[in-house]
């Protein structure tokens, strides 16, 4: 499972910059996503070969009482309680302040790994910006520059070292595709989880030795086997199982990461919320496949199904890949018909797409539309090969390819996706320019 960094720290201190800074080589894969706007508290990230999850405490405030300081207070809460590693970030420009021996108290209490990381340390003396930190009981500070990126692949290393390297998730024959049902709280997911696999055969469910672990709950349905990543700590009770926990954000991401279809639930008798559309971010940028289930339809009249459609139209538009089913969770309508997408999407995500259909097919869409030019020169495409799987990735090797406009990728990908049926899962394409 990948680890999850806590940045924590009193504003201005450079949490953001650090954020953006961690989350930057997966920003560029969803940024020119029309529509779609991320969540800038939790992102997915990599240096070197390091994956991990982020999350930015920002608005952190130990000791707001109400309002929405106080739920983001919450929140952060909830996020240190979660955490595997705490970064504490502090200003190497401003010293140490009371605020920030406040927050060191905080932190000492919460039992978590906590790392004190000097930011704004470019240029800085190292042992001067030192000395005054030490004071803070954490160690030895570890300087970086967020803004220049100084000190921080040391720092990942660093503080990563003691988990082991994750690989993407796999999936066997046996135990089928790796199923995560999320979405914010209230749309029905237990329900949902209930009707998959509350009254069919659940093939062995044991509870994990750590608690790192996602639970993974195996079950069988319509002969065909499934693993369930579980996002709410479930606990079987019965004939049933039971959400444990509240709603987690962290653990949320960790199953989408560890998951090869995430099933988006919504509730037909809501408005689309930012959340919502958060959560469909997060399956893009991990590049997992999806379905999304519209559940509660039941509820709902013909006029609220018809404003749902447009809202989803409007704020859920970067998911044109996924297939939508509208469900009724609690009456068990629907369902079968949910799973099937989930095999057809994972079928997708799992393709092999060889060379010689890639490159006739990338051939094919550039005799229809040629790339526009670039100043005199027009990028040139030669071949295309696969270079990974869920997602599909399809790598086109050429020259001046750098050149291509969004448009025209989005063309290449429009065309692939049709040619190899990929509905269901998302498809990046790299390039590898010969200079
Ligand atoms: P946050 O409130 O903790 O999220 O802090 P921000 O990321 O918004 O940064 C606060 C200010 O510090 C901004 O003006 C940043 O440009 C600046 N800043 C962030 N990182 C660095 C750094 O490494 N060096 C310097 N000199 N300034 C930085
Ligand atoms: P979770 O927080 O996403 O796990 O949501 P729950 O499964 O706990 O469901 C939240 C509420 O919605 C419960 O009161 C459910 O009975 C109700 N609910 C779930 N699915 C449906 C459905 O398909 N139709 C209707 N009308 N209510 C549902």
């Known amino acids: 499972m990948k680890p999850t960094i806590v940045l924590v720290g009193r504003p201005n201190v450079g949490k953001s910059t650090l954020f953006n800074r961690l989350t930057r080589t997966r920003d560029a894969l969803v940024a020119d996503q029309p529509g779609l706007t991320r969540d800038r508290h939790y992102g997915i990230g ?15 405030d130990p000791v707001a009482k109400d309002g929405i300081m106080h739920e983001m207070a919450r929140q952060a809460e909830q996020a240190i309680a979660e955490a595997d590693v705490l970064l504490f970030l502090v200003d ?7 605020h920030d021996e406040q927050i060191a108290a905080r932190l000492r209490r919460s039992g978590r790994p906590v790392h ?9 003396e190292r042992s001067l910006a030192s000395a005054d930190f030490h004071a803070l ?5 570890l300087p970086v520059s967020a803004a220049h990126g100084d000190g921080i692949k040391q720092l990942i290393d660093l503080v990563l070292a003691p988990f082991p390297l994750d690989d993407d998730p796999q999936s066997s024959e046996d135990s089928g595709p790796a199923v995560a049902i999320v979405g914010r709280p209230n749309v029905g997911k237990s329900t949902l989880v209930n009707t998959l696999i509350g009254e069919e055969r659940v093939i062995a469910f044991d509870l994990p030795g750590t608690t790192r672990d996602a639970i993974a709950i195996p079950f069988e349905r319509g002969g065909k086997n499934y693993t369930l990543i579980d996002t709410a700590g479930l606990r079987r009770r019965g004939r049933v199982f039971e959400a ?6 962290i653990k949320t991401l960790q199953a989408i990461q560890e998951a090869n279809v995430a099933v988006l639930v919504l509730d037909a008798s809501q408005d689309i919320s930012d959340q919502d559309a958060h959560i469909a971010g997060f399956v893009l940028e991990a590049g997992r496949a999806l379905v999304v289930a519209i559940n509660k339809w039941d509820a709902v009249d013909d006029y609220q199904r018809d404003q749902l459609k447009q809202e989803i139209t409007r704020k859920l538009g970067f998911l044109s890949f996924a297939r939508f089913h509208q469900i009724s969770a609690l009456r068990s309508d629907g369902v079968g018909g949910l799973l099937k997408s989930v095999d057809a999407a994972y079928a997708a995500a799992m393709s092999n797409l060889s060379t010689p259909q890639l490159t006739r097919i990338m051939q094919a869409a550039i005799a229809k539309q040629a790339p526009p030019r670039h100043g005199t020169s027009r990028p040139k495409l030669r071949y295309a090969h696969q270079g990974g799987m869920n997602p599909p990735i399809i790598v086109i090797h050429g020259n001046s390819l750098e050149n291509l406009p969004t448009s025209y990728v989005r063309y290449l990908e429009r065309a692939f996706m049709e040619a190899f049926k990929l509905q269901g899962t998302p498809l990046r394409i790299q390039f590898r320019t010969a200079h």
Do not use: Q
């Open 46 to 60: 990599r240096v070197g070969d390091r994956d991990y999850l982020v999350v930015d405490t920002a608005g952190f």
């Open 92 to 98: 190497g420009r401003a010293g140490r302040t009371p």
């Open 116 to 124: 004190l990381v000097v930011n704004k340390a470019e240029g800085l």
């Open 137 to 141: 009981g954490f160690g030895a500070p």
């Open 244 to 249: 444990v926990e509240k709603f987690s954000v």
